[in-house]
């Protein structure tokens, strides 16, 4: 699987794991030179609280595009060191 924006690869990887429709992508798939902090944060009630990074390509920014979930209840410990991604990311094999 492939996540992008702007035709730049953002993560790549044939192991994901699907989840609620989103493929959450090891954490070492994901091309750092494209990520930047967000201080945003969310909560969810069996997956526990969601951390999030924004996107940087060629100078733009999306903000919050990409998730993760540091220390996530026991129920989702299959997405733990994962990355999921959003808004206007294209997922794609």
């Known amino acids: 699987m492939k996540a992008s924006w702007k ?3 953002i993560a790549d990887s044939d192991d994901t794991v ?3 429709g989103n493929h959450y992508f090891p954490l070492d798939a ?3 030179r494209y990520v930047t902090f967000s201080n945003h944060k969310s909560m969810c009630p069996w997956k526990g609280q969601a951390h999030y990074y924004s ?3 060629d100078g733009d920014m999306l903000t919050d ?3 993760y979930y540091p220390d996530p209840k026991p129920e989702a410990a299959a997405i ?3 990355v999921a991604f959003w808004k206007d990311v294209k997922i794609e094999a």
């Open 55 to 57: 996107l940087l390509v």
């Open 65 to 67: 595009a990409a998730w």
């Open 30 to 32: 994901l091309d750092r």
């Open 80 to 82: 733990r060191d994962r």
């Open 18 to 20: 699907l989840v609620e």
């Open 7 to 9: 035709g730049t690869v």
